[in-house]
C-alpha cells in the first residue's frame, strides 16, 4: 500500500502558471508515475505519464505547455503547468501506475 499527497492546485488566470507535486509515502524509483484530471462531468483523462527509466508521455491537449519530472529522492513527481487555458480545469490526480490514486488536488482557471 502507497499513500499519495498532491498538493499545488488553486485559482489561476488563464495564460499562468502552477506546479503540482505529489509526494508518495514509499519509494517510487521503481514505478510508472501518471498526473490525471477530471473536468466537471468529464470522465478521467491521463495528462502526463513518466516511467521509471524517465521517459515521458503527455495527452496531445497539454504537450509544449506541461512537463512531468520525478525526484526518487525525494519520493515526488511534479507537474509544471504553463499557459494554462480554462479548459485545464479539474481535479487532477497523482497515480503510482497501475493500481494507487492520490486525493486529488483541484485547478481552477479564469478567463
Known amino acids: 500500500q502507497v499513500q499519495l499527497v498532491e498538493s499545488g492546485g488553486g485559482l489561476v488566470q488563464a495564460g499562468g502558471s502552477l506546479r503540482l507535486s505529489c509526494v508518495a509515502s514509499?519509494?517510487?524509483?521503481?514505478?510508472?508515475m501518471g498526473w490525471y484530471r477530471q473536468a466537471p462531468g468529464k470522465q478521467r483523462e491521463m495528462v502526463a505519464y513518466i516511467t521509471s527509466g524517465d521517459g515521458t508521455n503527455y495527452a496531445d491537449s497539454v504537450k509544449g505547455r506541461f512537463t512531468i519530472s520525478r525526484d526518487n529522492a525525494k519520493n515526488t513527481v511534479y507537474l509544471q503547468m504553463n499557459n494554462l487555458k480554462p479548459e485545464d480545469t479539474g481535479v487532477y490526480y497523482c497515480r503510482q501506475e497501475p493500481h494507487y490514486w492520490g486525493q486529488g488536488t483541484q485547478v481552477t482557471v479564469s478567463s
Open positions: 514509499r519509494s517510487i524509483f521503481s514505478y510508472a
